[in-house]
């Protein structure tokens, strides 16, 4: 796979495609292959090759499966709430802390999910209506998918 910096996919396949580039087209961030942390292969499409898939890309892992590191754009997205947070009047610094920290438990599936996921929305209620739309906007593509319905329910 390579991603650049912010998470955006340029390609989910990196060894059967000639797109290698070094930066991204979308946002003109620098793109990787590995994980930093570790040198890993970021994994990317792991489909049967017999199958054919049309219009799907495999979106970015939270973090590496090989050392557990979390990966640039999971980083980015926790240091953009904690800045986004902060601006809002209504948020303490202690909410801003339980906020991110909640955020980052959320991102993965296990038996605290539901937990933070709960912490996520009870702070976001606090928050003025244009923070938490935008903490929304935020987290939406790195929460895991249990934390996401408990915040936002169809």
Known sequence: MLVCENGHVLTDCLERSSNNTPYCSR?????ISRCPSCGSKIRGDLRDPGAV???????APSYC?????????????????????ELDDEL?????????????RAMT????????AMRVKKILTKAGKATASAAR?????????????AIWPA
């Open 27 to 31: 946002c003109g961030a620098r793109t």
């Open 53 to 59: 898939v049309i219009g799907f890309i495999t979106p």
């Open 65 to 85: 499966p090989e050392c557990g590191a979390p990966f640039p754009w999971t980083m980015a997205s926790l240091e953009a709430l904690r800045e986004l947070a």
């Open 92 to 104: 303490g610094s202690e909410d801003v802390d339980a906020l991110v920290r909640s955020a980052e």
């Open 109 to 116: 599936e296990n038996p605290k999910t539901e937990v933070a």
């Open 137 to 149: 906007d935020l987290l939406v593509d790195v929460l895991a998918e249990s934390a996401k319905r």
